[in-house]
């Protein structure tokens, strides 16, 4: 009997415990989509691009909301209720819980079943959704269409939808039906998002051919979802669902301040709740073990007794003249120790003073044991080139230039190039435009050309996987970024196909340039990673970052179909590296007098105008947009003394707009600091050899948000 009292007493006491646990649990927050065909969710059958921004939601919050996305293709706000799928959201609805109400597209159209009028039966089924979302102590926000993009040709009496000429000014279709979700606020005191003047902005911002990205434009013969083809631009691709999703989260943040906290400020994906603390950062500066910016562009990787070897072209702030090629060494391909200069300028020669030296790449020739690196060098109007070759007996030594390399005794003088190493051992020497040396045996001369790879471009870079190869290239547009391509052939020596992009059309290769795959070895397979540069002329030392990516590959298709600003390399995804850190907010920040506040941002481009911004922590980043409008702030921490602990340049430049981090500042011992952000008033604007400008029209400097950790 007693022992039965004490098992009671046992199982009463877990049960006491259990029940202080579980009662303070916190409940999930539960945001209801209802809406039409550009919030809805899509079927991922047969590779579908197409996306509802509804559908890209849940990559923007953290796990404590959860969406319940009943957006429904082809809806009015009419149909929807009377189908009584307005009925079953309220079936689910509970206090606390959100519903995001966006219609329009649908109910524009004459159809009896679908038709509503603005100023009356749509701005009527808008107040019930309001007020029935109310009265279960629900919270409604209220959303305009997007945009569609509708550039019509000038002269062009009706909207068509698509044209097979287009003109230069996106013009409306959606007219009053915009202003009912807006009037419907006002009146009832609800939150409003303008999400067709957010969209229309950005498709304004990135014009007439990049905003095509956004949208459904197939090629014929490419996809099985829809092997005709199609010219849709209405709906959302995966990339154009992101990018809305994302601006129309970063709007509800503003006007219902109670979901702010659960803002996720990145680019949506299947984010790893923990990172193993190895993590590459695209697109911001790298700093080695002394604090310096890892400066080794144009770069290869090299792995060799257990340890990585990054070279690069060891970049200036001040010419492009060949300042010479740097040295990191890694364990984990994330941690860069400073190796030394391992080939500086040399006294004269083909790298001599004012002399230009790029794309170094090392290989390990398998004969003689020796370390090989081969260069592009040229004067600085890129009018003498050749491709030199320097050797060295150890992988981070001193390089030795032999000069000039030989084909048929005579130096070959071309430029852009790389290098591949087979898994025979044989070595390849990539050149610009297409053709494809194999190397002696020694590394030390070319044997034979085995290849000319048609309508190739320039910045090559190869790779193999699964018995086929594929050859990367960018097109010509000086240090501007562009739509990099590739070619595959299952032999070396060909034929070669080309096959097209390899990431969405219109990111401009995440704003990067090919210099180098690298094979990433995982398990038992072994990942292709792109290798790309973010160039920021003239202030490349600085400014000038990296983004690396692995590659999808499928057969002769290869893609990096999103963008991760930040990812787990051992575990290969992203990363949400701000969700530690602590949001500074606006008010604290001390802003001078020309900087101005807009939507939530802070922005100048007055010379000298400078943000500061106090916090006391490690470190700090920085998140902005860059777009074709901005140029250099020059980021700064001070410590509590006021002395200057680190300091460099910042690019805001890009040709399409960008929200991200620009910054994570390096650590520092935890402290009291203050972050300056100085606007330059210097842009990147540089020509090609055909005197063609490019580059930025302002100096802005856009700031998103602060976090310190």
């Known amino acids: 009997m007693r022992n039965l009292k004490l098992k009671l007493l046992f199982a009463l006491c877990a049960l006491l415990l259990f029940s202080a646990f579980t009662t303070g649990k916190k409940d999930v927050i539960t945001i209801f989509m209802i809406g039409d065909s550009t919030m809805a969710n899509k079927s991922l059958r047969n590779g579908n691009l197409e996306r509802g921004w509804g559908q890209m939601l849940p990559g923007f919050l953290t796990d404590d909301v959860r969406v319940d996305n009943h957006a429904m293709n082809g809806r009015s706000s009419l149909s929807f209720i009377n189908e009584g799928r307005w009925d079953t959201v309220l079936s689910k609805l509970k206090s606390g819980d959100y519903v995001f109400i966006q219609f329009g597209h649908n109910d524009e159209k004459p159809a009896e079943k679908l038709h509503t009028v603005p100023g009356s039966t749509f701005d009527g089924n808008l107040r019930r959704f309001v007020r029935e979302t109310r009265e279960k102590g629900a919270h409604p926000v209220l959303f305009n269409s997007i945009v569609r993009r509708n550039f019509p040709p000038e002269g062009a009496t009706e909207n068509k939808g698509s044209y097979e000429v287009e003109g230069n000014t996106l013009v409306d279709t959606h007219g009053e039906y915009l202003e009912s979700p807006r009037r419907v606020a006002k009146e009832m005191n609800v939150p409003f998002v303008d999400l067709n003047k957010l969209t229309h902005d950005l498709v304004v911002g990135m014009g007439v051919e990049k905003s095509k990205s956004l949208f459904m434009w197939v090629p014929a013969g490419k996809y099985d979802f829809c092997p005709q083809g199609k010219i849709d631009n209405t709906h959302l691709n995966i990339y154009g669902g992101k990018v809305v999703a994302g601006i129309a989260m970063e709007a509800v943040a503003k006007v219902v301040s109670e979901l702010a906290p659960y803002v996720r400020h990145h680019d949506p994906e299947v984010y790893v709740a923990s990172d193993s603390g190895k993590v590459v950062y695209n697109g911001i500066p790298w700093f080695d073990e002394q604090g310096n910016i890892v400066n080794a562009h144009g770069a290869c990787i090299v792995e060799d007794g257990g340890r990585y070897y990054l070279f690069g072209e060891y970049k200036s702030d001040k010419s492009n003249a060949f300042p010479g090629f740097s040295c990191y060494s890694s364990d984990d391909l994330v941690n860069w120790k400073f190796e030394r200069v391992v080939l500086p300028v040399q006294p004269d020669g083909i790298l001599g003073p004012d002399r230009v030296g790029e794309r170094v790449k090392v290989m390990k020739c398998p004969s003689t044991g020796e370390y090989v690196m081969y260069m592009h060098a040229d004067d600085l109007g890129y009018k003498d080139p050749y491709i030199g070759y320097a050797t060295c007996k150890t992988i981070n030594g001193e390089y030795k230039l032999q000069g000039p390399l030989l084909y048929d005794g005579k130096p070959v003088k071309r430029w852009d190039m790389g290098t591949f190493q087979d898994t025979d051992g044989k070595g390849y020497l990539l050149i610009h435009h297409g053709p494809i040396y194999r190397l002696s045996e020694d590394y030390r001369s070319i044997e034979a050309e085995v290849a000319h790879v048609k309508g190739a471009g320039e910045s090559p870079a190869m790779f193999k996987k699964n018995g086929m190869y594929y050859m990367l290239f960018s097109n010509l547009t000086s240090w501007e970024k562009n739509d990099n391509f590739y070619f595959t052939a299952p032999a070396i020596e060909g034929p070669w196909t080309k096959q097209g992009i390899f990431c969405p059309e219109g990111t401009l290769t995440y704003n990067s340039q090919s210099t180098f795959v690298f094979p990433l070895k995982k398990g038992n397979d072994t990942i292709p990673m792109f290798m790309g540069d973010r160039w920021s002329f003239p202030h490349q030392a ?119 981090i620009r910054i994570m500042t390096p650590k520092l011992p935890k402290g009291d600091y203050t972050l300056l952000i100085e606007v330059t008033g210097i842009k990147p604007v540089w020509t090609d050899k055909s005197k063609t400008i490019y580059g930025s029209d302002n100096t802005f400097v856009t700031i998103d948000k602060i976090y310190y950790f």
């Open 542 to 660: 600085s400014a000038a970052t990296y983004v690396w990516m692995p590659l999808q590959v499928e057969g002769t298709r290869i893609t990096i179909p999103e963008y991760w600003q930040c990812w787990d390399i051992n575990r290969v995804k992203p990363v949400d590296v701000l969700r530690n850190g602590k949001m500074i907010p606006t008010k604290k920040m001390m802003p001078d007098a020309a900087w101005k506040e807009e939507n939530g941002r802070l922005l100048s481009n007055m010379k000298g105008s400078v943000l500061a911004v106090p916090f006391q922590g490690t470190h700090a980043a920085v998140t902005g947009e860059s777009d074709c409008h901005s140029g250099y702030a020059r980021i700064s921490v001070l410590n509590a003394g006021k002395d200057t602990v680190y300091s460099s340049l910042v690019d805001f430049y890009s040709k399409y707009p960008e929200k991200a």
